[in-house]
């Protein structure tokens, strides 16, 4: 079956750790997504990737780094420098030009 | 500045009792508009793309709907499996950014 993988589904940080979330696909789709979720809150997005070796930044980037090395993986690091990165976090995918994204199950982040 | 908003927050219904759920949107010149379900500690699930105004999607129980200016996804007889958190999300005209809603927590009691 395709579909998208997080992992790990919980993910605990000490104080001035970086810790690096997965997100793999197979379904074959160019661009890739990080959102933020927080309780009461919508999506935000974090960083994008339209093709391999590109990526921009969202509406919430700072405290977070992205690599895409591979068409199949968009991992994201959450930096010390995130202040307040308890949240939960999805990682999507879509074929480009207005087709819907598809979410993985998500990252559960607090902090020790 | 371009906006999504879903009303109401949260919705209780008994099983069997139809409703509606709105999302209104400021975004001008829409290119999609989206429906999800998410269930707790899940990520998003699809469920609908409207395009244009006056197009309607079925799937089940859920019927969604568009206009120019908002997006209604109407549940029929719903049973309590349907109680999730449903989302909508509309495609910027510039870019392939989505901005979200913040969804409606419906909650159908046996």
């Known amino acids: 079956d395709g579909g998208i993988t997080q992992s790990p589904k919980y993910l605990f940080r000490k104080e001035g750790q970086n810790v690096t979330l997965s997100c793999e696909q197979n379904l074959n789709h160019d661009a890739m997504y990080w959102y933020r979720q927080d309780p009461g809150q919508g999506l935000r997005l974090i960083y994008y990737s339209q093709i391999v070796n590109d990526f921009q930044k969202g509406d919430i980037a700072e405290g977070y780094s992205v690599s895409r090395e591979k068409k199949e993986s968009f991992p994201l690091t959450v930096t010390s420098a995130q202040k307040n990165p308890t949240a939960f976090y999805l990682c999507?995918?879509?074929?480009?030009?207005?087709?819907?994204?598809?979410f993985g199950d998500g990252t559960r982040l607090s902090i020790l | 500045e371009d906006q999504v908003t879903q009303s109401p927050e949260a919705l209780r219904l008994q099983e069997g009792e139809s409703s509606s759920l709105n999302c209104s949107y400021t975004v001008s010149g829409l290119r999609g508009l989206f429906w999800y379900r998410q269930d707790p500690g899940k990520g998003p699930e699809f469920l609908f793309t409207?395009?244009?105004a006056g197009e309607e999607k079925e799937k089940e129980r859920l019927k969604a709907t568009l206009t120019k200016k908002e997006s209604f996804l109407h549940i029929t007889a719903p049973k309590p499996e349907d109680s999730a958190t449903y989302l909508c999300a509309v495609l910027k005209p510039r870019d392939d950014k989505i901005i979200f809603g913040k969804g409606t927590r419906l909650h159908i009691l046996p």
């Open positions: 409207l395009y244009s």
């Open positions: 999507a995918s879509s074929i480009q030009d207005r087709q819907p994204q598809h």
